[in-house]
């Protein structure tokens, strides 16, 4: 009975702390929207590194957003952009941190970040990243205003009434 005690708490234990960890990594998971007049906002808050991740979705499926002020396009990695059933266009060379790559211009039918919500996105399918994160880059940001103080960054969406 005791071995059953100490296994259920290793179990408890192991959830809570994966689940803390992922909490740390993306603070931002349910991101919260405010509405004003003529605009919609969505404040995130940085990680502990100092990103600023977040959940989202593409075309309707969740994704988790790195948000890449310095990327041109959004960039998806290639096994997360099959799953999302995006085509693959004309082949691009890419310059990254890491040097060149090859990559593929596709586009975003619709991107949603909280209730802030854009169209017809021009995005780009990236074979050489790994992980699940998409980058947010200039494509789908300078859509928005966005400003960045203490650990906090604002963007707002301006509206048609």
Do not use: C
């Amino acid at each position: 009975m005791l071995v059953l005690a100490w296994g259920a708490g290793l179990l408890l234990a192991t959830h809570f702390f994966g689940q803390w960890e992922n909490e740390q990594r993306n603070p931002n998971q349910s991101p919260t929207s405010s509405r004003g007049d003529g605009y919609i906002e969505v404040r995130l808050a940085s990680n502990g590194q100092g990103h600023f991740v977040s959940s989202g979705q593409i075309n309707g499926e969740t994704v988790l957003f790195l948000l890449d002020t310095g990327a041109t396009d959004v960039a998806i990695p290639a096994g997360l952009a099959k799953s999302l059933g995006l085509k693959r266009g004309a082949p691009v060379t890419l310059s990254t941190a890491n040097g060149l790559s090859n990559g593929y211009r596709t586009h975003l039918e619709r991107l949603q970040l909280g209730d802030i919500v854009l169209h017809d996105v021009r995005a780009l399918v990236a074979p050489g990243m790994d992980g699940d994160e998409v980058l947010l880059g200039m494509s789908a940001l300078k859509q928005l205003e966005f400003t960045q103080r203490d650990g906090t960054l604002v963007l707002r969406q301006t509206t048609t009434q």
